[in-house]
């Protein structure tokens, strides 16, 4: 058997799943699939402050800029928390961008939507309850996002 159809092999995992499934060895599908019942009890448990710890750490390993956390409790039903952060350059932002959605993936078995990480101005990740918007610092200097969220005095105050 060759390394790369061995289901501890990552993407290769869903091609020996299918392979065994065909075979009619079933009893090796069901152990392949038990790193994923694993991620989605540890999802069912996941807490938005996890979640938005787990944002933050990673924005933090990349070198993140001027990381604002924004709680939305109250304010929308879209999520709970919304972190706005800047990167120095496209490269730099569609990286962090990229890193945080592999993170979260490998951590909780999470399956973010990304949008933006081709151009690399403006990168938003949906993680749930944790929104997460990557910038160049010019693109978020014009949008001026966090302030339509943060309240009256703290927006001022920054």
């Not at 409790?73 to 990286?95: E, F, L, N, P, T």
Request: glycine fraction near 6%; charge should be negative.
């Amino acid at each position: 058997m060759l390394f790369s159809n061995h289901p501890a092999s990552g993407s290769s995992r869903r091609a020996y799943q299918e392979d065994k499934v065909l075979t009619g060895q079933t009893h090796a599908v069901a152990q392949t699939t038990a790193p994923r019942a694993a991620a989605a009890t540890q999802t069912d448990t996941l807490t938005s402050e996890t979640l938005l710890e787990r944002v933050l750490h990673s924005l933090d390993d990349d070198k993140a800029e001027e990381v604002v956390q924004i709680s939305l409790r109250g304010k929308s039903s879209i999520a709970d928390y919304m972190v706005v952060a800047s990167g120095r350059s496209s490269r730099q932002v569609s990286a962090m961008s990229e890193h945080l959605v592999d993170r979260l993936k490998q951590d909780f078995g999470l399956s973010c939507k990304i949008e933006g990480k081709d151009t690399g101005d403006w990168v938003l990740i949906d993680a749930g309850d944790v929104i997460v918007h990557v910038f160049r610092p010019e693109v978020r200097e014009f949008y001026q996002l966090e302030k339509m969220w943060m309240p009256t005095g703290a927006a001022a105050a920054q």
